[in-house]
């Protein structure tokens, strides 16, 4: 009877280790050992995603939930997307301000992460990278000549990560130069923790560098569009090179 007792513990025992190790290989699992960790040595990390674009859903919810938003990116593409939408659909109402910093379309550090990416992108170059900027500069500053909660500032800083960062939690994504920033990793930080707080100041020096944009810059998105066709056209054709 003992051994019979003992026979049925060890198998509970197994299953329930079994089960435990099973949903630790989740998402679930693996964000809530993450967290566990996390309270354990202070840094912070809510959670981790293996590329940027699987934070998306997380970043939708959390802005849906935020006070106030704090946006640097390297190109701005998501800032015009579903993503953002609930930031976009309730500034001034529950969301108390919005403050997006960009690249001044002409940034010197535009050309090198051109560079960067047309390496594992050919189809990419420094003149599609700009049109891309200009479009999403002009996007958010028609946000901002409509709305006095949200401001635009523009750069030319050397810029390797982007940064959203809300009353709750920081997203950073550190930009890889064999990739594009969508496949880079997402680190996830809660407030209060060390890491949100780097986040937060990192963003308050790039913002203190940077100024709003000129008038004359959110107007060039159809002048940016057809230099880049003229550049594409020209780029086909031996031996001719558009420049600017």
Known sequence: MHEFMVGVAT????????????????????????RRLSVISDAGIDEVHRQQ??????????????????????????????????????VGARIESVQVLLPHPDAVWLDRRAQEIVRHDPGFGVE??????????????????????????????????R????????????????????????????????MYDYCLRLFAVAWDFGAPPAPEITQRVHLDAADLWRGLLDSTRPGIRHTR
């Open 128 to 161: 599609l990278l700009r049109f891309q900027v200009t479009a999403n500069v002009h996007y958010v500053a028609t946000y901002a000549t409509r709305l006095e909660r949200v401001e635009l500032r523009l750069h030319d800083l050397p810029h390797t990560a």
């Open 53 to 90: 674009r699987l934070a998306g859903a997380r970043l939708q919810a959390d802005l849906e939930r935020a006070r106030w938003v704090k946006v640097m990116a390297g190109r701005g593409n998501e800032i015009t997307r579903e993503t953002f939408q609930p930031m976009w659909r309730d």
């Open 11 to 34: 198998s509970m025992v197994t299953s329930v280790i079994a089960v435990a190790l099973s949903w630790l290989r989740t998402a679930g699992g693996r964000r809530w050992l993450m």
């Open 163 to 194: 940064l959203v960062v809300t009353d709750r939690v920081a997203y950073l994504t550190p930009y890889a130069a064999h990739q594009h920033a969508r496949s880079s990793p997402c680190l996830v930080f809660r407030n209060p923790s060390p």
